[in-house]
Each structure stands twice: as C-alpha cells, then as structure tokens.
T-cell receptor, first 115, second 113 residues
Framework: DGGITQSPKYLFRKEGQNVTLSCEQN?????MYWYRQDPGQGLRLIYY???????QKGDIAEGYSVSREKKESFPLTVTSAQKNPTAFYLC??????????????FGPGTRLTVL | SQQGEEDPQALSIQEGENATMNCSYK?????LQWYRQNSGRGLVHLIL?????REKHSGRLRVTLDTSKKSSSLLITASRAADTASYFC?????????????FGKGTHLIIQP
C-alpha cells in the first residue's frame, strides 16, 4: 500500500517546546515538501528537499528545521522560535525534481495546536 | 506571497449543475495544477496543465489556461454531492515545480442534493 504517512494526526504542545512532525513515503520519490495551512488559507511552503542530505528553505522557514537523512523520511521540527505554530501541516512528495512536470502527492496532515 | 487567487471564495450549487472556478496568478509559470481538499484532509491532485497548453480534460473536469491573462479556470460538469470540497490552484515556476508549488486560498464548493 504505497503512499505518504504523517504522524501524529493531532498534536498538542505547550508554548516554548520543540516538537517534531513525522513524514514517511514509500513511493520512491526523490523530492519532499512541507507546507503549512492556516484556516481559510492556501498552503505556504516551509522547506523542501530534492535529494537526500540536501534541503532548501521555502517562503516561511523561520522557526522550523528539517533533515533528510533517508530518501523515505523528511521530519519537520517546529521550534520554540516559531511565533505562531498552531496550524495544519502537510507533507508532500514528487517523483523526480526538475524532470518533466511533477504533480505532488500529499499526506493526510498533522494538526498542531499550541496551548 | 500568494501566487494564485481563486474566485469565487465560496460557491454553492445544486447537484447536477456545473461548477466553474477561476484562478489568477501574477508571474510566468511552468505549469498550473488543480488540487482538491476535503475538510481536514490532505490534498489530492486533479489535473496539471502546462504553460504551452490551452485546455485539458479529465473525466468531468475541464481546465483552461490563458497565459496572456495569467488566468485558469476549472469546470466540473454534472456535479455530485461527493464533489463538495475546497479546490486550489497551484503554480509551478522553475523546473516544473521542483522548488515547490505556490497555492491560492482556494474555492470552497458546496453541492446541495
């Protein structure tokens, strides 16, 4: 059963704590992406990675960090430096960056609430 | 910044009618994609249209692209209750979207039975 999984589905954290959101894919895709969605809004790009051990900042990277040690995994850490972290976080992947026209496949999302 | 802007923000129609959503964008694009999101879920890719294409069909979906006006439209024909969702356009600039997509705020479509 191929796809992208994100865990947990719901996450609560106290102000000042770091938290890591998981994203795993078994589609053998090279590129992975993290987006943030606020209520009634579109998605905004946080970080992306086109190859293992390499990643790039998106439009709203401040207060976030990522790693890409394995092709299948692209975890996102929301740090205490992120001023307004409560949001819906979506992970996506695409097959091969820069070749052709690539659609993105999305995970089910993690809803993070800061108490 | 938001590259795409969908219009209308919300649309409510009767089952069986056609639904049309529009998207405008600001800069040159490589391709434009439409996605659907059911409430509280991830996005599902619907259709991709390249910058050198003008129209594309997929089942009940028809997408048009006018690069001179920097706009696209998504038509859903013979709507069904299951089409109720938010629809987003997303634009890809360099390298076909390898650097990530830029999304609009979406159109919330409600199909009334």
């Amino acid at each position: 059963d191929g796809g992208i999984t994100q865990s947990p589905k719901y996450l609560f954290r106290k102000e000042g704590q770091n938290v890591t959101l998981s994203c795993e894919q078994n589609l053998n895709h090279d590129a992975m992406y993290w987006y943030r969605q606020d209520p009634g809004q579109g998605l905004r790009l946080i970080y992306y990675s086109q190859i293992v051990n390499d990643f790039q900042k998106g439009d709203i990277a401040e207060g976030y960090s990522v790693s890409r040690e394995k092709k299948e995994s692209f975890p996102l850490t929301v740090t205490s430096a992120q001023k307004n972290p409560t949001a819906f976080y979506l992970c996506a992947s695409s097959i091969r960056p820069g070749v052709g026209y690539n659609e993105q496949f999305f995970g089910p999302g993690t809803r993070l609430t800061v108490l | 910044s938001q590259q795409g802007e969908e219009d209308p923000q919300a649309l409510s129609i009767q089952e069986g009618e056609n639904a049309t959503m529009n998207c405008s964008y600001k800069t040159s694009i490589n391709n434009l994609q439409w996605y659907r999101q059911n409430s509280g879920r991830g996005l599902v890719h619907l259709i991709l249209i390249r910058s050198n294409e003008r129209e594309k069909h997929s089942g009940r979906l028809r997408v048009t692209l006018d690069t001179s006006k920097k706009s696209s439209s998504l038509l859903i024909t013979a709507s069904r209750a299951a089409d109720t969702a938010s629809y987003f356009c997303a634009t890809a600039t360099g390298r076909g979207g390898a650097d990530g997509l830029t999304f609009g705020k979406g159109t919330h479509l409600i199909i009334q039975p």
